[in-house]
């Protein structure tokens, strides 16, 4: 299984951006996906889950401004970010559980700048 993450760049603050996770197998396979974020110098965190019954899960730095979501029909998941702030700044990763095992992408980069 292969996640392909993508959508990141530099964006000023207060701006949106949204991130994808496209994944090689069918989304129906996928147990729980998650995205991560790592900053410079920063331990590895985890943002946002989406379990396959659709029940999400934020960290409390983010709820309100990011919502995780999934596309069924192109098997690929979506971090869609709001009111971005510097301190957002990191990269990101999505990652997939399916049974017992776990996926990760590569990291997208996201850089809030003015």
């Known amino acids: 299984v292969q996640l392909q993450a993508s959508g990141g760049g530099l964006v000023q603050p207060g701006g949106s951006l949204r991130l994808s996770c496209a994944a090689s197998t069918s989304i129906f396979r996928i147990n729980v996906l998650s995205w991560y974020r790592q900053a410079p110098g920063k331990q590895r965190e985890l943002v946002a889950v989406i379990v396959d019954g659709g029940s999400t899960n934020y960290a409390d730095s983010v709820k309100g401004r990011f919502t995780i979501s999934r596309d069924i029909a192109k098997n690929t998941g979506y971090l869609q970010m709001t009111s971005l702030k510097p301190e957002d700044t990191a990269v990101y990763l999505c990652?997939?559980?399916?049974?017992?095992?776990?996926?990760w992408g590569q990291g997208t980069l996201v850089t809030v700048s003015s």
């Open positions: 990652n997939a559980f399916i049974g017992a095992d776990v996926y």
